[in-house]
């Protein structure tokens, strides 16, 4: 029989995926990947891709039209992001406090724009007070673009403040809820984010694959008044809107089993509801916080900026790391990650994200690093 399985020997073993995503996908997420495939113009299949986007309109809190799944993981929805609004010279804030900061300057560089960099240790969230200020010192920027949860630190960003001082600005506020949409608060609406993008392997428990993604009337607005064309042809959300709206152009062809995936995923969440889920987050990842402490582990992050979903803890002294990960994915059958850029070698990376996030799995996790610490 002609079969990954049969053929190469190959068969994933159970882990669980305590790293700093993918999490680990519920049975009925799995199932829906199996299911027959549909062209991507039948209108069954339309059907589930409205239905989609209308589950991300509950989960990113938001009535913006334009809310959808990008074809391709969360970087995906931040090239996505950026590139629909920039164009070469326009200025865009940056706020730049670990790995995923980083990458967005990246972004916005390559398309010529004139960045302000705003940076912070990595570690620390920025004062809304300083992200501010920064504004009034460019007001004719484009975007100020902050990440909400940084996954290669641990920190959650406040966004209330900036999103309220934006709202009657022309400045777009961009935001990266890769790894806090479905795990902490994101409300799109309420904290007049302009465009939101996440990804589908981290607390919405969906495989890598795609990338939720809003825009607001004010970002639209934006896009439309731009000089140049998208730069992007694949990412062109004024193309991509005409698959998405009733003209049903084709685009390009929409990732079918990984939107039946986010369709069942989505409904998922919502079946929880959104407060229980977040509140199930925030209990486990604090008493996850509490027993690493008590283990005598040093957490990265300031306990009001902690994210339940991530936590970055410094190994102690004498201990590697990458020895605690190795036999932690041997012995138990965890993944935990390890730090990225300066924390490599220094901090573990645990996640709580979704369907991982189970006090049994927590309580596996401790117990193991309490024995590898003893050994
Ligand atoms: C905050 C943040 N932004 C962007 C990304 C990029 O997402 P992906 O790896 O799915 O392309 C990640 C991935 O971990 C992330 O954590």
Redesign the pocket.
Known sequence: MLSLKFDTGFWPGERILMG??PSNVHPRVLQALSLPLLGHLDPDFLAILDRTSENLRQVFRTQNELTFAVSG????G?ESSLVNVLEPDDEVIIGVNGV?GQ?LLEVAMRLGARVHALEAPMGEAFDPERLIQAHKKVPKAKALVV?H???STGVRQPLEEVGAYLKDKETLFVV?A??SLGGIPVEVDAWSIDICYS?T??CLSVP?GL?PITFSAKALGAIERRKTPVSSWYLDVTLIRRYLGTERLYHHTAPISMLYALYEGTQIVLEEGMEARWQRHRALGEALQDGLETLGFKLLVDKPFRLPQLTSAFVPEGTSEAWIRKELLSRYGIEVGGGLGELKGRILRIGLMGETAKPSNATLLLDGLKTLIAD
């Open positions: 700093p995503g993981t969360g970087s995906a931040m995923f990458r990440v949860a940084e996954t990266d890769v790894t990804g392997q981290k890598p990338s």
